[in-house]
């Protein structure tokens, strides 16, 4: 294999979620043709990849990364608990931080997601408190451009409700583009949102806000969708999290979703890290902790799936991998798989206003091609073997092999390589 990143002409065999195999046609970074397999015109071997074997999908999108928070768990060896607990852990540690090391965790993070097949991250990075409020956004831009070849990656201002205005305003004039923040952990949930969004307002570009993250209590978010209901499409307006809505009672829920339909909100769901935040206080009948991802759906709700927090106090675990993140909303979330895929790629992709992208001919050559069989084995068992492309450009691929024992009573060679190339 050559060195990466390197452009590409021509899928040879892929498999797709129909189970149809195709060649894929790419001129620049769209798709311009899709044939029956072996109907295409060669192409130079430098710009052809035979992915016989391999399902090809739309590359994954990353709507709600904290890339600045991304790797720390080690770091800060904080208790496991609560959202609030993990806000003091983070906060404790956050003041230690150097814009140098805050980039290279949100490097090796965003290289993570990449290697596993996302192409595109929107990144909350946090203003914050302190004499140098703006480590995380120096960071996060420097990265953000370091890496602008092999992935997009678009900043939202994570602003508390205690970061002044003017900070906020600063982390804009460092390129951040979008204003984000916590309503739900102000005193005023309604004042701190309403600043939020005059912000945004003056300075002309959306909003991407942490959106009722309890299981209980006030919700803001049909108060978001009508102050924000004549918004020009230019200034995409997105609620993440938004737990709230998963316990409301069955009318008031639709009266909140009539208003997000009405100003076209994108919502998006974070399995992994509401699982792991809510909840600790019912031991008894522990409640999911996610939205109401099947209403939403079900209503044409524009619906994105994220990871949100990857191994840092907000959340220990996770692989920076979009199929886990579809896997856990078919358990959790009672999704079918083509929707919790879709949930990842192109509902991922709509929330973040991004151009249409995957196989079909005019979409952006944004493509993820997994060994296996079809889309319920790629979601269960998420193969490492993968190729990832990005505006048409090889940009990451993985080659696993796998040796086994068999049972001494056969008269197999005491090793099997499961997988050859």
């Not at 509902?347 to 944004?366: C, F, H, I, T, Y």
Request: overall charge negative; hydrophobic content about 45%; aromatic content about 2%.
């Amino acid at each position: 294999m050559s060195a990466l990143p390197r452009d590409i002409s021509l899928l040879r065999s892929a498999t797709l979620d129909d189970g149809s195999v195709v060649d894929v046609e790419i001129t620049a970074d769209t798709v311009t043709a899709i044939r029956p397999a072996g109907g295409s015109t060669p192409v130079a071997a430098s710009e052809t990849l035979d992915l016989t074997g391999f399902v090809l999908l739309t590359a994954p999108a990353e709507p709600h990364a904290h890339l600045d928070k991304a790797l720390s768990w080690d770091l800060i060896e904080p208790p496991m608990g609560d959202l609030g607990l993990a806000i003091e852990s983070w906060k404790t540690y956050s003041a230690t931080m150097s814009v140098e090391s805050i980039a290279d965790r949100a490097r090796r993070a965003a290289l993570l997601l990449l290697q596993n097949g996302t192409t595109a991250v929107r990144c909350h990075v946090d203003v914050l408190s302190g004499d140098e409020p703006l480590r995380g956004v120096q960071a996060l831009v420097q990265v953000r451009d370091e890496l602008s070849e092999l992935m997009h990656i678009e900043l939202a201002a994570l602003a508390g409700p205690t970061i002044p205005t003017a900070d906020v305003e600063a982390a804009l004039d460092l390129g951040v583009d979008l204003v984000g923040g916590a309503p739900h952990l102000a005193d005023d949930q309604s004042a701190d949102l309403q600043r939020l969004l005059a912000i945004a307002t003056a300075r002309g570009v959306g909003v991407d806000i942490h959106t009722d993250e309890s299981l209980t209590g006030g919700y803001t978010l049909a108060e978001l969708a009508r102050t924000v209901r004549d918004w020009p499409d230019s200034r995409p307006v997105t609620a993440g999290h938004c737990v709230r809505l998963g316990t409301l009672e069955q009318g008031e829920l639709d009266r909140v979703i009539d208003e997000v339909l009405a100003s076209d909100i994108g919502i998006v769901t974070l399995p992994i890290t509401n699982l792991y935040l809510q909840g600790w206080q019912h031991p008894v009948s522990t409640p999911r902790g996610l939205t109401a991802v099947r209403r939403l759906l079900d209503a044409g709700v524009r619906l994105g799936a994220g990871a949100d927090n990857v191994r840092d106090p907000f959340n220990p675990v996770g692989r920076s991998d979009a199929l886990e993140t579809a896997s856990l909303l078919v358990t959790a979330g009672h999704l079918t798989l083509t929707e919790a895929y879709a949930a990842v790629s192109t509902g991922a992709r709509s929330v973040m206003n991004l151009e249409p992208a995957g196989v079909s001919v005019g979409a952006k050559a944004e493509l993820l091609a997994v060994r296996g069989d079809n889309l319920a084995d790629v979601v269960a068992n998420a193969p490492a073997d993968r190729y990832v492309i990005h505006a048409g450009r090889l940009v990451a691929f993985s080659e696993v092999t796998h040796h086994t024992a068999l049972p001494a009573r056969t008269t197999e060679p005491t090793e099997l390589l499961l997988e050859k190339r």
